[in-house]
């Protein structure tokens, strides 16, 4: 399997956007109200338009080459989390390569990355109802660090941090 990780580049917009549109609704369908879907979807091509060929936080996951996933790192947005860490904001992997391990690579590459940015940990916010994704992080090494806050995603979600020293 030749999982790689790279910068997004403008090019790369079509197939963000259809990654992130097929698992943000495969992984939330039982979480987030559909109308939310409808309305995110429709906003999904602006909201990519930032990628530039300077982009330094958004990445994609190939496999042979062809964009299976999408995710970003970057400085925390947290203050109390310090300068030796990396925030994680989520792994979106095309539903059509769940469940064979890739999450497990890609995440292992996210680390490489940050490890070679000169940071020591990482952080990641994650619904209280995202099963899936709390048995990946834990899977992945990752531990609730005690800090919590709510996002409005068409309701309300309570969210807890999840931390990784790397």
Same mark, same amino acid.
């Given at each position: 399997?030749?999982?790689?990780?790279?910068?997004?580049?403008?090019?790369?917009?079509?197939?963000?956007?259809?990654?992130?549109?097929?698992?943000?609704?495969?992984?939330?369908?039982?979480?987030?109200?559909?109308?939310?879907?409808?309305?995110?979807?429709?906003?999904?091509?602006?909201? @990519?338009?930032? %990628?530039? /060929?300077?982009?330094? =936080?958004?990445?994609? $996951?190939?496999?042979?080459?062809i964009? &299976?996933?999408?995710?970003?790192?970057?400085?925390?947005?947290?203050?109390?989390?310090?300068?030796?860490?990396?925030?994680?904001?989520?792994?979106?992997?095309?539903?059509?390569?769940f469940?064979?391990?890739?999450?497990?690579?890609?995440?292992?590459?996210? @680390?490489d990355? %940050?490890? /070679?940015?000169?940071? =020591?940990?990482?952080? $990641?916010?994650?619904?209280?109802?995202? &099963?899936?994704?709390?048995?990946?992080?834990?899977?992945?090494?990752?531990?609730a660090?005690?800090?919590?806050?709510?996002?409005?995603?068409?309701?309300?979600?309570?969210?807890?941090?999840?931390?990784?020293?790397?």
């Amino acid at each position: 399997m030749n999982i790689t990780i790279r910068l997004a580049l403008p090019a790369d917009i079509p197939d963000i956007v259809n990654v992130v549109t097929q698992s943000f609704e495969t992984l939330f369908k039982d979480i987030l109200p559909d109308k939310y879907f409808a309305e995110t979807n429709a906003k999904y091509p602006a909201l @990519f338009n930032f %990628i530039t /060929n300077e982009n330094t =936080t958004h990445y994609v $996951v190939q496999k042979d080459n062809i964009i &299976i996933g999408v995710t970003c790192i970057m400085p925390p947005q947290d203050e109390d989390i310090g300068d030796n860490c990396y925030e994680f904001h989520g792994l979106h992997l095309h539903p059509d390569y769940f469940g064979q391990s890739i999450d497990i690579t890609t995440m292992n590459l996210i @680390f490489d990355l %940050i490890r /070679n940015l000169g940071k =020591t940990s990482i952080c $990641v916010w994650v619904y209280d109802k995202n &099963i899936h994704f709390i048995e990946l992080y834990e899977k992945c090494g990752f531990v609730a660090d005690g800090k919590t806050k709510t996002f409005d995603a068409g309701e309300i979600l309570d969210a807890y941090r999840m931390k990784k020293n790397l």
